[in-house]
């Protein structure tokens, strides 16, 4: 039997840059608020610590977000 090449629909070159590319986005967001956390307290007056735990609330809510829009976005519509 002859193997079968996947055509090339089957990975979807457009889909994978558009991950790639939101993914590096969200994770330089949070590295970038991670360099600038004296400057956030400061400006939101606040203590570093409190700027800290916003920060790791904006983490867990990307991380328990996703996946869910993933799922909702695969989900058919009706």
Known sequence: MAAVEPSRSAFPIAALAALSLSVFA???????LIGLLLNVSGDLHVSVASAGRLLSAYAIAVAVGGPIVTIQAMSPRS
């Open 26 to 32: 969200v994770c330089s967001a949070e590295f970038a």
